[in-house]
């Protein structure tokens, strides 16, 4: 079974500038704080910063469905707001899929912005494909960026 990409546009009031560093530059620092229903912390296994490479693990709470996922940061252009990382490990693989590439770009719009968010299954060979698994992912995606967009319109001075 080949791979499976999905994309999704979200609209946002925020500027690309600001959600960009909160979703990618910065969410190892953001997330548990604004988010700690999804996210019980999130640290470097690989690097001390985000740069092309390093590795980051996003441990999920206590009773989530999974327990963590890693991260590895393949292209990151902050000029033009861009951001591709591959999920490498965890248990949110469910061991059927080999990687999980995704790809973020934050295109001004306005005094806000458009968010794109690709992602491109990969599943190991032979194994069946879990149909509503990207879709469940992206709502979560979607919710992920709504949150955040709330914390920055209701903290106007943070990435500012």
Known sequence: ?????YSQEIESPVAAERLFKA???????????????SFKSV???????????????M???DGSQYKYAQHR????????FYCKYTTIG???????????????KFNP???GCVCKMTTHVHPLPGTEFN???????????????????EYLIANPGTYA
């Not at 079974?1 to 990409?5: C, F, I, L, S």
């Not at 965890?90 to 899929?97: C, I, N």
């Open 109 to 111: 719009k306005g005094s």
């Open 90 to 104: 965890g248990d949110v693989l469910e061991g059927r899929y080999e990687c999980v590439v995704n790809e973020a």
């Open 73 to 80: 940061i393949d292209e990151l252009d902050v000029v033009n």
């Open 23 to 37: 979703l990618c530059l910065d969410n190892h620092n953001i997330f548990p704080k604004v988010m700690p229903e």
């Open 43 to 57: 640290e470097f296994v690989k690097g001390t910063s985000v740069v092309v490479g390093c590795v980051r693990q």
């Open 131 to 149: 149909e509503e698994a990207p879709k469940i992912g992206q709502e979560k995606l979607k919710k992920m960026v709504k949150a955040m967009e």
């Open 1 to 5: 079974m080949g791979v499976k990409t």
């Open 59 to 61: 441990n999920f709470p």
